[in-house]
């Protein structure tokens, strides 16, 4: 009998940081379609069905806002948000760009 996966372990073509894919995903590039920016499809024609990955962390509150829907519209509740200390750089910068 095999082992079976973790659905909940993340991809490793995750870019570090607060949002990210878990192994739940089933392929439907959802996330791709409405936050193009940071999600991106696995076409490694060595998985039997592909997934989607976070390639870039949000750098704005319009990319967070879009990671977010995402998120929310995902089927297979596979992007997650960690709820990392990234708001606050976005917030930083946000500050910075405004002097």
């Known amino acids: 009998m095999g082992v079976m996966a973790d659905i909940t372990e993340k991809f490793a073509e995750n870019a570090p940081g607060r949002?990210?894919?878990?192994?739940?995903?089933?392929?439907?590039?959802?996330?791709?379609?409405?936050?193009?920016?940071?999600?991106?499809?696995?076409?490694?024609?060595?998985?039997?069905?592909?997934?989607?990955?976070?390639?870039?962390?949000?750098?704005?509150?319009?990319?967070?806002?879009?990671?977010?829907?995402?998120?929310?519209?995902c089927p297979a509740s596979a992007v997650r948000d960690d709820g990392g200390g990234e708001r606050a750089a976005i917030q930083v910068k946000e500050k910075r760009s405004c002097q």
């Open 19 to 73: 949002f990210y894919v878990v192994r739940a995903c089933i392929g439907c590039t959802l996330c791709t379609e409405i936050a193009s920016a940071n999600f991106k499809e696995n076409t490694d024609l060595e998985l039997a069905v592909g997934n989607s990955y976070v390639y870039r962390q949000p750098e704005t509150p319009e990319e967070e806002s879009f990671c977010r829907e995402a998120m929310d519209a």
